[in-house]
């Protein structure tokens, strides 16, 4: 197992000294690297990187966001993903290749406020982020409880291979879908849903510390099933 | 006028290289993306940062870079008399060399066609209000979560009564020889801002430059701790394993 040290750092802070690789938030002067955000520095044999504790989400292909449709033209809705960037669905991504603006109406299939699901299909420095409906559980979401969280916080809700979310899931009885962007939408009875939120705000407000998914589980009142799975 | 320093004590009874008492907070706004808050003597000043964002009007953001925009503003019950609430040539002028301390921190090409905007609201004035303004943005900035090279710390030094003293209070600075405002990157050891009113050799200037470098380091421990408090309070240690 290779070793990887692991250390609280602010910006501007001197990680560690030597040749590593950098990963992310990270910048190198000399032979020194430096965080440039809060957060958690971890190097070792792979590199060095700082998780950060708090900031913005930039969008990345592939991700999963939930948005709000703010606007809609003839070709495209604009959507509101909780980022710097707003992202834009076009129709023909929702329509299919055949699209003819005029035809649809696009108000029939998202009006604005609508909530969705989506994928980010295209983003780069110079662009926008170009979203698709298309996959499963992908589109418009129609009910559930919205809870917002710091988008940086999101890979510690879904843990290691998805460990925390099963383990809220199973807990609460809700189903949760978590965007990237840090929008978690939860369905489910009302008492399971009080119970999750509870433990996504624990989820953030610990999210720097160790064995969360534990703690997790004895708020929620489960039992450790099938052996350790702990997630650092 | 009296003397502003006696045997080396000065009016508010502290030696010539010792800051005024302060405290930093961090946090402290929930609607703002990033939020600091500074107390340095007199000097009581909340610092919000929201961003990055998408800029309006939209033929100001760059194609490579996000823009900073800066506003240092006074609030009317600052200062003893009323001041109106419009900003002055001189605040027009502090918000433009704030701006230009924090800009070279910033990793600016991180985040293209966005605005990073920061607002300084003075509750109650002292002197030194720049510096201590340089030093809560840089607090509220990473506490936006904004990548940077390095946090900013401002001190100011100056030249009262033929000495050099450290951080200059109002009265210092209206009654003193010389006042240079001082930020650094602390940990890069890079100046972003360095002015100097009125006169001093080049023996004093040097003198200058040590006390404020040591004054900023001295207030560099305080940022480190007030971040540290906010985000890892709860962490058991320093040092994880």
């Given amino acids: 197992m290779p070793e990887v040290k692991r250390k609280y750092v602010i910006p501007g802070e001197l990680i560690t000294e030597g040749n590593y690789r950098i990963i992310a938030n990270v910048i190198k002067r000399g032979n020194k690297f430096y965080s440039t955000r809060i957060g958690l520095a971890e190097y070792g044999q792979e590199g060095v990187k700082v998780i950060p504790l708090t900031g913005p989400y930039v969008p990345k292909v592939d991700d999963l966001v939930i948005g709000k449709i703010v606007d809609y033209s003839a070709f495209a809705w604009e959507v509101d993903i909780n980022s710097c960037f707003m992202a834009y669905l076009p129709a023909r991504n929702v329509y299919g290749k055949n699209f003819t603006p005029g035809q649809e109406s696009l108000v029939k299939r998202f009006n604005i406020g609508d909530l969705i699901a989506a994928v980010v299909t295209a983003f780069d420095r110079t662009r926008d982020p170009i979203l698709s409906v298309a996959g499963p559980g992908l589109g418009k979401i129609s009910k559930g409880e919205v809870v917002k969280i710091s988008p940086t916080k999101v890979p510690r809700l879904i843990g290691k291979k998805g460990s925390m979310i099963r383990t809220i899931e199973s807990g609460t009885g809700c189903k949760l879908m978590i965007g990237q962007n840090g929008i978690v939408v939860l369905s489910g009875k009302p008492e399971g849903i009080i119970k999750a939120v509870k433990a996504i705000r624990l989820v953030e407000e610990e999210a720097h510390l160790a064995d969360l998914t534990q703690k997790v589980q004895a708020m929620l009142g489960i039992k450790e099933e099938g052996g350790k799975e702990g997630d650092g | ?241």
């Fill in chain 2, 1 to 241: 006028m009296g003397k502003l320093i006696n045997n080396g004590i000065r009016l508010d009874g502290r030696r010539v290289d010792e800051l005024r008492p302060y405290k930093l907070e961090v946090g402290v706004l929930k609607n703002a993306d990033g939020s600091a808050y500074i107390e340095l003597g007199k000097n009581k000043i909340i610092v919000a940062v929201y961003g990055p964002k998408e800029v309006h009007p939209k033929h100001i953001a760059l194609p490579d870079r996000c823009v900073i925009r800066c506003r240092y503003h006074m609030s009317p019950f600052s200062t003893d008399v009323r001041k109106t609430p419009a900003p002055s040539r001189r605040e027009i002028e502090i918000s433009k060399v704030i701006r230009e301390a924090l800009e070279p921190t910033i990793l600016v090409e991180e985040y293209p066609r966005t605005a990073i905007d920061i607002f300084l609201e003075v509750l109650q004035s002292d002197g030194g209000s720049r510096c201590a303004g340089i030093t809560a943005a840089a607090l509220a900035l990473a506490d936006a979560g904004i990548s940077m090279c390095d946090l900013v710390v401002a001190c100011a030094a100056g030249k009262v009564d033929g000495t050099m003293v450290l951080d200059l209070s109002d009265i210092e600075d209206k009654e003193g020889e010389a006042d240079m405002p001082v930020a650094v990157m602390p940990n890069l050891g890079i100046i972003t801002l360095l002015q100097l009113d009125g006169i001093l050799t080049h023996e004093e200037f040097k003198q200058g430059i040590d006390l404020a470098l040591e004054g900023c380091r001295r207030l560099h421990e305080a940022q480190r701790k007030a971040l540290m408090d906010r985000y890892f309070k709860t962490a058991p240690n320093q040092e994880v394993e």
